[in-house]
């Protein structure tokens, strides 16, 4: 762990050495099985840099935890409104540089949406401030959205800054009978209301979570309370409604097991009936679960582990039909989840001038 | 060789639609901020997506440097085409598909911001990132300076609403930026286009996220003895977690040319400030919101707040802000409106040395500005033509854009930097950070032919001395 003049060093150095670098966070994502050819490790150092809650902005560095996170915004009753699949020892920085998401991108949107400033020190070792603390900003090109999502190829994340949001006034959750994700689609698109996350779930994922045999909907309702009486109201035209304790979240966000194989399918949101038609038989054929953020048209397949004859075979079919995007794959199906794109000249471009003599996780966003 | 391309374009488009004399191409010497003035060498028209492929084509070959422009109404002198050729897209305003059941549109890049949300509203949805200028500007220039408004407080700016680009490279490459068709992943190549004012490549279409209609609408106007308790409201409404629609100021020289004008909306002309802000969603718990937000504002020292009756008289309402700069051009010869950003916090102590910075030059500045981003916009109207008012301007605002910074503030957030900020990007930046964005820039455009010499100051880059495959 270390400061952002010690990680341009360590990077230089590591440059000169043409030792090529695993970046990591809290070290929670090294399983995710995405093929890098590195073997020293470099982290982020972590902590609060400034914090003005009249603001709603928070920075810091880049390896800081959620829990910590968490743990200073509930003292002002603010919350970061990210909450991406995994534990709360996931770090920011990781999960900025991975564009992780979870099921409050319903309402809040994905780490690009959340994301103000950063500070990331490149291949070359130059440390490079993009962006600024205020909400604003179009100063100079956007630098801060290449680094997110970039799985640390442009450069290694030291400092963050993102907005944060005052807690609703009231939070609730329901397990709903449902009955179909096109129902659920159908109410989201036409509903005044907008949850603040609305997750269906499969029957095999509905049984732990809710206690429900049959597939059923998670669904998050915040705002002043006539509003979230209201959204209640209304969402009971889904079927009968039950409410949760708020951490059947953090249940469904650590739901799978080390090893698991975990990937997502997408297409245009209306398709959303199909998709998870499609999801779901492959996910059951091998003893998974998977869940749909409605609004965003994704399914989230977990599988458990062990690898299978058939499933290379039918996940190619899947993402010749759809988006397959892999979360924690074997190496071996990386490949599948890697879509040749009219973009990958420019990607590559990007990479190579950040990052000249490929050391920051070469290899981990496949050979495109 | 001028002439050998200006034919060349007129068989691609048609000779009326590339202009060549000075006295045709005088209409392009400026965009929506007076006090620039470069005359194209060319400009070219083309109607259609092939035409504009083409164009872009025949410049690759014969490695000739251009500028995008779109209706010319951006607000940093980013569509100055200073002696090259200026390639205007106004002409490609056909909205190419609305898909409800998705939410979500497909327009060319001509299309004007205000075209595609009056033919979505029938349907119900409408198109969130609202500038000032909506009834002008195009989607494609909004796209290439990541445009706002004052409902992007609570929707979000173009970066949030953009879904897909297609986009043809300097170099002529076609390709699609972002995924139509699902979850995108990767290097945000997506995210790092937009806002790149002209500088990455034309858009050619551009895949939109359409927004549903609230279900009512609440618009307050407040009504301040000082500057201060207006701003100190602002903080008290942005602390308070309740997410405005729009939260807008005035102060009193604006109320006074809006109200002079024939846009006059009926504001308080004896009120130091007044604050529009609105409050949408679900009609369920949207009175509590209004009177939370009506106590902050009396709390904080409003004299009064009103909230408007009905439809008409909200547009009555919005119309002046929307128009504030229009009616400030009125009060005189020239007017420079500034773009500045700072921490919701500091909003009393910066508008506060805004107003002595003004005082101190004998300058009237009037501020009307999207308070609930922080987003300033300090103008001065004067008369150009004399040089010590002229200078004294120029210094006011360097003055304004360093206190700016110095409150932990940025130079712009929606203008872009364009020509006019390229002074000030050194003080905010580092310069390995510069290096950085001239990096970026030089793989979308290898040649640095799209919109030259804006946006990074290019002595204060590395790369400038040295290529990249030279740097140790
Ligand atoms: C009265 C007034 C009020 C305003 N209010 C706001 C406001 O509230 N919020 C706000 O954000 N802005 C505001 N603006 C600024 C301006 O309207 C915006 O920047 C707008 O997005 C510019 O659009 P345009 O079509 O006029 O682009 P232009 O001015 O023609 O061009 C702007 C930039 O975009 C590039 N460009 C244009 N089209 C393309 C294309 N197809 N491909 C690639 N590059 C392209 C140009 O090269 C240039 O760099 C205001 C301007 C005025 C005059």
């Not at chain 1, 150095?13 to 890098?36: E, I, K, N, Q, S």
């Not at chain 1, 709603?56 to 959620?66: D, E, I, K, M, W």
């Not at chain 1, 319903?106 to 205020?134: K, N, Y």
């Not at chain 1, 996910?283 to 458990?304: K, N, Y």
Request: proline share 6%; hydrophobic share 45%; with cysteine.
């Amino acid at each position: 762990m270390s400061s952002s003049a010690e990680i341009s060093a360590l990077i230089a150095d590591a440059r000169a050495r043409r030792m090529p670098l695993r970046l990591t966070g809290g070290g929670t994502w090294l399983d995710a099985g995405r093929p890098c050819d590195a073997s020293e490790t470099l982290s982020a150092d972590t902590g609060v840099v400034t914090y003005e809650p009249g603001d709603l902005v928070l920075t810091v560095r880049a390896g800081t935890p959620f829990s910590e996170i968490q743990r200073v915004t509930n003292a002002n009753d603010q919350w970061l409104t990210l909450d991406p699949f995994g534990v709360t020892t996931g770090t920011l920085g990781a999960t900025v540089a991975t564009g992780s998401w979870g099921p409050l991108a319903s309402a809040f949107g994905v780490p690009r949406d959340h994301v103000l400033g950063c500070e990331f020190v490149t291949g070359a070792g130059d440390i490079v401030r993009a962006g600024g603390q205020v909400v604003k900003n179009v100063a100079g090109f956007d630098l801060v959205r290449l680094a997110t999502g970039s799985w640390g190829t442009v450069g290694m994340l030291t400092e963050i800054t993102v907005r944060v949001r005052a807690k609703p006034e009231e939070d609730c959750t329901l397990a709903i009978a449902a009955g179909s994700v096109g129902a659920v689609a159908d109410w989201v698109r036409a509903s005044v209301h907008t949850p603040l996350a609305a997750e269906f779930l499969s029957p095999a994922l509905a049984q732990p979570l809710t206690g429900s045999a049959d597939a059923s909907l998670l669904v998050r309702l915040g705002g002043n309370s006539p509003l979230v009486a209201a959204a209640r109201n209304a969402a009971a035209a889904l079927g009968d409604s039950r409410v949760l304790p708020a951490n059947v979240w953090s249940k469904l966000a650590g739901i799978e097991q080390p090893g698991a194989i975990v990937f997502r399918v997408s297409a245009m949101p209306a398709r959303i009936a199909h998709v998870w038609a499609r999801a779901l038989e492959l996910t059951e054929m091998f003893g998974g679960v998977a869940h749909a953020t409605v609004s965003r048209g994704v399914v989230r397949c977990i599988l458990p582990p062990g690898e299978s004859k058939e499933l290379p075979q039918m996940l190619a079919a899947l993402s010749a039909e759809m988006t397959l995007i892999g979360e924690r794959l074997p190496a071996s199906l990386w490949p599948l989840a890697t879509r040749a794109r009219s973009t990958d000249t420019l990607a590559r471009g990007v990479r190579h001038a950040f990052d000249p003599d490929s050391i920051l996780n070469p290899g981990i966003l496949g050979n495109t | 060789m001028s002439l050998a391309l200006e034919s060349r374009l007129a068989a691609i488009v048609g000779e009326k639609r590339v202009l060549a004399r000075p006295s045709e191409l005088r209409v392009y010497e400026s965009d929506g901020l007076p006090g620039y003035h470069h005359a194209p060498r060319l400009a070219v028209f083309p109607a259609t997506r092939d035409e504009v492929i083409d164009v872009v084509r025949l410049l690759a070959e014969t490695k000739t440097p251009y500028v995008a422009r779109g209706a010319g109404t951006g607000l940093s002198g980013g569509a100055l085409a200073n002696g090259v050729v200026l390639l205007g897209l106004h002409r490609l305003k056909r909205i190419i598909s609305i898909d409800v059941e998705n939410c979500r549109a497909v327009v060319e890049p001509g299309v004007v911001n205000a075209n595609l949300t009056a033919a979505t509203a029938p349907l119900g949805l409408h198109y969130a990132p609202d500038p000032s200028s909506q009834t002008a500007c195009t989607i494609g220039g909004n796209v290439s300076e990541n445009a706002g408004g004052p409902h992007c407080l609570k929707y979000g700016v173009t970066l949030n609403h953009v879904i897909a680009l297609t986009v043809i490279l300097p170099g002529g490459e076609i390709i699609t930026l972002g995924n139509p068709d699902g979850e995108d992943d990767g290097i945000d190549l997506l995210g790092a286009f937009i806002g790149s004012e002209g500088c990455f490549g034309v858009v050619l279409d551009v895949t939109v996220r359409l927004v549903k209609n609230p279900q009512a609408i609440r618009t307050l106007l407040a009504d301040f003895a000082s500057v201060d308790s207006a701003a100190r409201a602002v903080s008290a409404i942005i602390a308070s977690g309740i997410v405005a629609a729009a939260l807008e100021m005035m102060d009193a020289p604006t109320i006074h040319a809006v109200e002079a004008s024939i846009y006059a909306a009926g504001y308080p002309t004896d009120a130091a400030a007044i604050l529009l802000i609105e409050l949408d969603g679900p009609l369920a718990g949207l009175e509590e919101d209004v009177a939370r937000v009506e106590k902050f504002c009396l709390d904080a020292g409003a004299r009064g707040v009103r909230i408007a009756t009905d439809a008409a008289d909200r547009a009555r309402l919005w119309q002046g802000r929307k128009k504030a700069f229009g009616a400030m051009g009125r009060v005189s010869s020239h007017l420079v409106v500034q773009d500045a950003v700072v921490p919701r916090t500091k909003l009393p102590a910066i508008l506060a040395e805004i107003g002595r910075i003004g005082v101190a030059r004998g300058l009237t500045v009037c501020n009307v500005f999207h308070a609930g981003d922080g987003n300033l916009h300090p103008n001065i109207p004067y008369n150009a033509n004399d040089p010590v008012e002229s200078a004294h301007v120029h210094e006011a605002m360097r003055e304004v854009m360093e206190a700016c910074i110095a409150a932990g503030g940025t130079i712009t957030g929606e203008h872009g930097v364009g020509l006019d900020k390229l002074p000030y990007m050194a003080s905010l930046f580092t310069p390995s950070t510069l290096t950085a964005m001239c990096t970026l820039r030089t793989v979308f455009d290898p040649e640095q032919r799209s919109n030259p010499s804006k946006v990074v100051p290019i002595h204060s880059c590395r790369e400038w001395h040295a290529a990249p495959s030279a740097r140790p």
